[in-house]
């Protein structure tokens, strides 16, 4: 029997997709695949559902601190 999870990780590597896997709960395991320009993250809990969320951004870089300061008070 197959489980969601398995079907997730079958789907981002016949894209290959690159991923990653952790878990926040004992309950869920949340992947994320970085593509240029966004972050998926896609989230199978205990019960096979599946909820999927895209981040989409720029992939402009700022350097040293200041850099991080702005990234971290950006509010949009």
Known sequence: MSTMVFDVMKLL???????TIRRPSSFDLVFTAIQVG????ISVDE?????VCVF????????????VLKALEEDD
Do not use: C
Not at 47 to 51: A, G, H, K, L, T
Not at 56 to 67: I, L, P, T, Y
């Open 13 to 19: 590597e016949e894209r290959r997709i690159s991923y």
């Open 38 to 41: 966004k972050r998926i993250e």
């Open 47 to 51: 019960n096979d559902v599946v909820d």
């Open 56 to 67: 989409r951004g720029s992939e402009a870089v700022d350097v040293g601190m200041d850099g």
